[in-house]
């Protein structure tokens, strides 16, 4: 059981270290994709026409999605734990209060990424 939780790890630490290089490479533009290429260090997000704010919720973004990923990846390991659990009631319930944790955490990321979105669509200065 720990040498599948330990590939398991390693392959979602792959997948999330690729998504988050798709994900940088997708917010910056062209300049600063050629001055990365070009190795100039004049790199400046605010040249974008970026305000901390945009930056900040981009960050709370990320962080809420990789929150719902981990909720996806309980869902799945729970659901995994009840249907090979074989009658075994303990197993079971195991499972039953893993996916009930599980959709607590998932509706509180979901109100707090509502509140989120909410706050910084109102900030004084958002033009969006």
Do not use: H
């Amino acid at each position: 059981m720990f040498k599948k939780i330990k590939n398991f790890l390693i392959l979602s630490f792959v997948c999330l270290t690729q998504t988050g290089q798709t994900f940088a490479q997708g917010i910056l533009s062209d300049d600063t994709k050629n001055k990365i290429n070009n190795n100039t260090t004049e790199i400046d997000a605010f040249s974008q026409g970026q305000t901390i704010w945009s930056i900040v919720a981009m960050v709370i973004n990320a962080f809420l999605s990789l929150m719902a990923i981990i909720f996806l990846v309980l869902m799945i390991i729970a659901g995994y734990n009840w249907m090979t659990a074989g009658g075994n009631e303990k197993k079971v319930e195991t499972a039953k209060e893993t996916i009930k944790r599980a959709v607590i955490g998932f509706a509180l990321i979901m109100s707090a990424y509502i509140i989120t979105s909410f706050v910084m669509k109102n900030l004084p200065g958002n033009t969006n």
